[in-house]
């Protein structure tokens, strides 16, 4: 398809409800290849995503973006790299445990390279501030990244450094006042071409959204699921459905909730009980639960295991766990 006037697709997407259709894979891949190339005026960037946003992206919009926005990043080094990690939302209720669920992969040999934003919404918690209780530091740049995982197996870093430009677009958010589609595409980037890919949604529909769009982009194993705050999190207190591609083909997961009764929100959000729960200084029940079942979803995705072997491998790896792990992050920073 040769490229249209940017003008074209913002009438496609805004000439009514008997009027308007969804853009083709190809037609959302050359917007989102505009868009990146900075050729597209502020107020039809405002339009294209905010009818985007009111009609909700189909899963064709989401693979054809994504396209353009893998298409943009700098050449990935030559890192071989088992899980991508996104995490965009924030917590709000419960610490970010999941960043200890990647650091137990990490620790056990799996290569996770993680990417979100440094922060955003008041009284939410980012990874970064995680990391930094736990003595980490984000990478500066990709060639960072890669040393980290050769040395630690797990790298961290923001999107504003993988792209500047996509970070930008997510900051329109404040100025626009809702979400749009690139909160979905930034999901699915996976800049350093792991093999399989773990993400967090919040909004219902969205699971879907993500699978159907890794199929028709070929991704070949990737696992979503509606996560405690919209981050990749299990929320031990209900049921978990993960939306699954395996080797190319959709799977569904029914994950069972692991308490009875709820428990309740964080009065006090102190990341410094990550390292202290890891290092077995305290005891924290929800919190372990979070981290063992988060483990055990990716588990289940890495290794091709059942739920319940799943959950009993991830539960082997936080018994066994080496306490000083973190102590060595701390040495290579």
């Not at 697709?9 to 917007?31: F, P, T, W």
């Not at 959204?209 to 405690?228: M, R, Y």
């Not at 959000?269 to 055990?296: K, S």
Request: charged fraction near 25%; hydrophobic fraction near 45%; charge should be neutral.
């Amino acid at each position: 398809m040769e490229s249209r006037f940017f003008s074209e697709y913002i009438q496609v997407l805004g000439k009514g409800r008997r009027g308007m259709r969804n853009l083709s894979q190809e037609e959302a891949r050359d917007a989102m290849a505009q868009i990146l190339s900075g050729s597209v005026e502020p107020v039809q960037l405002g339009a294209f995503l905010m009818l985007m946003r009111v009609k909700e992206e189909s899963a064709a919009e989401v693979a054809g973006l994504v396209q353009a926005a893998r298409a943009s990043l700098p050449q990935p080094p030559a890192v071989a790299v088992d899980l991508d990690w996104s995490s965009y939302a924030g917590k709000r209720r419960q610490l970010p445990w999941h960043v200890l669920a990647a650091l137990l992969l990490a620790s056990h040999g799996h290569r996770v390279f993680m990417h979100g934003i440094g922060g955003g919404t008041a009284g939410r918690v980012y990874v970064p501030q995680a990391l930094s209780a736990l003595g980490l530091s984000p990478a500066a740049s990709l060639s960072e990244a890669a040393t980290h995982l050769k040395q630690r197996n797990f790298a961290f870093m923001t999107l504003d450094a993988v792209s500047p430009m996509l970070q930008g677009l997510l900051d329109l958010k404040s100025v626009l006042g809702l979400r749009s589609p690139v909160h979905t595409v930034v999901r699915m980037l996976n800049p350093l071409r792991a093999r399989a890919a773990l993400m967090g949604i919040f909004h219902p529909g969205y699971d879907d959204t993500h699978q159907e769009a890794a199929l028709l982009l070929g991704d070949a194993d990737l696992a979503v699921f509606k996560g405690e705050g919209g981050e990749p999190e299990r929320n031990p207190d209900s049921p978990c459905n993960v939306k699954r591609v395996r080797d190319g083909q959709p799977l569904h997961q029914e994950w069972p909730a692991q308490f009875a009764q709820r428990h309740l929100k964080d009065e006090v959000m102190d990341c410094l009980r990550l390292p202290r729960l890891w290092r077995g200084e305290i005891e924290d029940e929800y919190g372990t639960a979070a981290v063992v079942g988060t483990a055990a979803i990716a588990l289940s995705l890495l290794e091709r295991e059942t739920p319940e072997v799943a959950c009993a491998r991830a539960a082997d790896l936080w018994q066994r766990r080496p306490r000083h792990f973190l102590d060595g992050l701390e040495a290579v920073r």
